[in-house]
């Protein structure tokens, strides 16, 4: 998720310092956006690869990439799919790699994507623009299916009045748009203390992260990562919300553990194991009060940080850090 700007995305310093970019060195850019990290990269001399699904933010692109050459190569495709597209392009070992997750300030703001709840638009929150979208899943899903993807994927306490209201009203009419969608979900809950997040902020996270697979899309670039990380290299994160923050700081701890690593019981880590990360920062890193008062989407930022070691790819069952919630199947909400 950027920042107000839309090429200062939030932690870009704190971002910089901890990937260290390198005049020659090569690096990803996992969520390109509106440029904000690649632009610091290349500003620093080094060649970026830069992965974006939304085909919109790469067209974007074209308008100032020129004035970095080939330096920057900007790939139209989901950041789990890093490590195959880095081979078809014939790219060396990664230097660093940085992911800032979430929505971007940009998708936020038009409302015809669907991602806000705060001015009406078509109820997609697709970030490719594909099927099936938010509306799909809103009025197809059943009362228990739905009320399973808010609470695993928003963390939402009153998934269940929620869900029960949403297909009370999709009875009456299809829910189509994003404003009607977050009136049923602030109807469907108590009253709150009137500085409390909008009472739609987890549902509509939920439904989001849902329609776009966001934590499985997290934890396969992750795995990834290992793989195409030089010796060396540095992995920086940006996260938004504790999903996707908790995957981050177990996949760090598992890949740190090394010798008496303690791993899962999906997947212990041998006590042979060498460490494949080990952390730069102990604490995740968050912004400071002047950001957050610039730019009020910052609050919940954390920024964690590790460095590629030389020890081979653990290789780790993602279930060590990502095991996924028994939501159902997305495609069951698509038929062409």
Same mark, same amino acid.
């Given at each position: @998720?950027?920042?107000?700007?839309?090429?200062?995305? &939030?932690?870009?310093?704190e971002a910089m310092a901890a990937l260290s970019p390198l005049r020659g060195g090569v690096f990803l850019d996992g969520t390109f956006g509106a440029g904000g990290y690649s632009r610091a990269m290349l500003d620093a001399g080094a060649r970026v690869f830069a992965f974006d699904r939304d085909p919109t933010a790469i067209a974007r692109a074209a308008e100032w990439a020129a004035a970095y050459g080939d330096r920057l190569t900007a790939v139209e495709a989901p950041f789990a799919d890093l490590e195959m597209?880095?081979? $078809?392009?014939?790219?060396?070992?990664?230097?660093?790699?940085?992911?800032?997750? =979430?929505?971007?300030? @940009?998708?936020?703001?038009?409302?015809?994507?669907?991602?806000?709840?705060?001015?009406?638009?078509?109820?997609? @929150?697709?970030?490719?623009?594909?099927?099936?979208? /938010? /509306?799909?899943?809103?009025?197809?899903a059943g009362?228990?299916?739905l009320a399973m993807i808010l609470r695993a994927f928003g963390e939402e306490r009153f998934?269940?009045?929620?869900? *029960?209201?949403?297909?009370?009203?999709?009875?009456?009419?299809p829910i189509r748009s994003t404003l009607r969608l977050a009136d049923i979900i602030e109807a469907a809950q108590p009253k709150g203390p009137p500085?409390?997040?909008?009472? /739609? +902020?987890?549902?509509?996270?939920?439904? $989001?992260?849902? &329609?776009?697979?966001?934590?499985?899309?997290?934890?396969?670039a992750l795995a990834a990562c290992e793989r195409a990380l030089?010796?060396?290299?540095?992995?920086?994160? &940006? +996260?938004?919300?504790?999903?996707?923050?908790?995957?981050?700081? $177990?996949?760090?701890?598992?890949?740190? =553990?090394?010798?008496?690593? $303690?791993?899962?019981?999906?997947?212990?880590?041998?006590?042979a194991a060498e460490a494949s990360f080990e952390p730069?920062? *102990?604490?995740?890193? +968050?912004?400071?009060?002047?950001?957050?008062?610039?730019?009020?989407?910052?609050r919940s930022a954390k920024l964690r940080a590790a460095r590629? +070691?030389?020890?081979?790819?653990l290789a780790l069952d993602p279930a060590v850090y990502f095991a996924p919630p028994p939501a159902p199947s997305l495609e069951a909400y698509w038929s062409h």
């Open positions: @998720m950027s920042g107000d700007s839309p090429h200062a995305p &939030v932690l870009l310093q597209e880095l081979q $078809r392009r014939d790219a060396p070992p990664l230097d660093g790699a940085v992911f800032d997750l =979430g929505v971007s300030s @940009m998708q936020f703001d038009e409302s015809d994507r669907g991602f806000s709840f705060r001015a009406d638009g078509a109820l997609s @929150m697709r970030m490719d623009g594909g099927r099936p979208n /938010a /509306a799909d899943i809103v009025n197809q009362v228990e299916d998934a269940g009045r929620i869900a *029960k209201a949403i297909a009370v009203a999709r009875a009456q009419a500085n409390r997040i909008h009472p /739609a +902020t987890r549902a509509f996270q939920a439904l $989001r992260v849902f &329609v776009n697979d966001e934590l499985g899309q997290l934890a396969r030089a010796p060396g290299g540095r992995l920086v994160v &940006v +996260t938004f919300h504790s999903l996707e923050d908790r995957i981050v700081k $177990r996949f760090i701890a598992a890949h740190a =553990g090394g010798a008496g690593g $303690r791993g899962s019981r999906h997947a212990p880590i041998s006590v730069i920062n *102990k604490k995740p890193v +968050t912004p400071g009060d002047g950001e957050v008062a610039a730019n009020p989407r910052a590629r +070691t030389a020890a081979p790819a």
